[in-house]
């Protein structure tokens, strides 16, 4: 087989590893609170922390390969998440296993932002959309697979194999990397934003734990309110620096476009609505109706199928028609959808979220696939990397902040169903809680889909030349490219 073949091998590998680590996690969560005795909030942080090293880190690693190397960055990536998939497998407590989950969201950065530049600079002409549209399926598949091979793992192992499974995935992708992937460089590479970065992630990661926080205590807690002005602050300052400084790793002048804004705004909402609501959704199916990891992986198949169905038909679609069409209807479906499965109650079976699930689901496959033409089809193609970049960016607060947000809900409604009817049990109690997040993720999902309609516009699509070339430059630079697919 050719060189170039094994760098799509590599890098398809990767990126399954990558999307499977999102929603393979999810299912084992009960079983890692009672393995490790973690609180809820710990759980909360599981997620959270890959999230959250993710969206900081995501720009700033794509700037950090065109200048150093994409193939060195790349293995550098694959060692951090290898690395921190092995920390995760032999947790002995919440702690270690949420830092390892940061450790992998960071080595996730430097991967997801190389993978599609690797491509383009070794692929060209048809093989390159041959390449692609390989690397497209297998984002498909891996978030697809998750639920029932973390269920899978769970049951019939352990909840540590979840993690311990990206290991010999890892090595041999590295090993190949090494020996057959050729490096690629951009003669354009941007200077690093260092200041950008720091004040963006400590304000990131104080707004999360602020809200995670206020779940466990209260509003007025010190600590909770001392973390949002810090959030505040930090936040104020990174915009100042984006402001001042020649090359920002966020510049805000694309928040002029209305389209890029509205893209923007689906990102947030629909990761923050229904893809930040399948945690809960699986703490109530196994904590309170009793399903196994294995029994709720297959139920979610559901949504997940709904979502493949759809999101080939949006993909035909969306070259046919203006994708505000697509996203915002996908968006208010997905909110419809949540809505529909609220109304549990102590005596309701799994069969009450299906008519729910399977809207949602096909609402987020009209979503996914033309959200990234809100990002890279409004900016000439030398910003293409970044805009692509911010997206995703977006994508992953959105996921952190809905967990915190969300988790700040369940926690309160949870205790006050359990005052109020102690009688009515654990199932009633998840149920009351789960109906009130419902109701909140619905409506962001259905304020996400209106900002779409009212932003969006087809005449702030700007015409693009001809294919990115392999120097790095437009829609092959590694700073964020092409990972708008990413959930």
Known sequence: ???????????????????????????????????????????????????????????????????????????????????????????????????????????????????????????????????????????????????????????????????????????????????LVDESRSPHARRIDWPGVVSFTAGLVALVYGFTEAGQHSWSDGVVVGSFIAAAVLLVVFVVIELRVDEPMFDLSLLRIPTFTGGLIAAFAMNGSLFAMLLYVVLYLQDGLGYSALQTGLRLLVMSGCTMVSATIAGRLSEKMPVRWLIGPGLIIVGVGLFVMAGLDQNSSWTHLIPGLIVAGIGSGLVNPPLAATAVGVVDVHRSGMASGINTTFRQIGIAVGIAVYGTAFSSQLSSSMRENPAGGKHAAYADALNTLFWISGAVALIGGVAALLLIRSRDFVPHGPAPTPDGRGDSSSEGAGVSAVA
């Not at 947790?91 to 932002?113: E, H, K």
């Not at 600079?121 to 399926?137: I, L, Q």
């Not at 978030?143 to 194999?161: K, M």
């Open 1 to 179: 087989m050719e060189r170039k073949w094994w760098t799509l091998v590599v890098v398809c590998a990767a990126t399954f590893m990558l999307l499977l680590d999102v929603t393979i996690v999810v299912v084992a969560l009960p079983d890692i609170k009672t393995a490790l005795g973690a609180s809820f909030s710990q759980l909360q942080w599981v997620t959270d922390a890959y999230a959250l090293a993710l969206a900081s880190l995501l720009l700033t690693s794509g700037s950090i390969a065109d200048k150093f190397g994409r193939r060195r960055i790349f293995s550098i990536g694959l060692v951090i998440f290898t690395l921190g998939s092995l920390l995760c497998g032999v947790a002995q407590d919440p702690v270690m296993l949420i830092v390892s989950r940061a450790l992998q969201g960071v080595g996730g950065a430097a991967l997801f932002s190389t993978s599609l530049a690797l491509l383009a600079s070794t692929f060209h002409g048809r093989e390159r959309g041959v390449a692609f549209g390989a690397w497209g399926a297998v984002t498909g598949v891996s978030t697809a697979l998750g639920p029932i091979l973390g269920g899978v793992l769970t049951t019939g192992v352990s909840w540590r194999a979840i993690f311990l499974v990206n290991l010999p995935i890892g090595i041999v992708a590295l090993l190949i990397t090494w020996k």
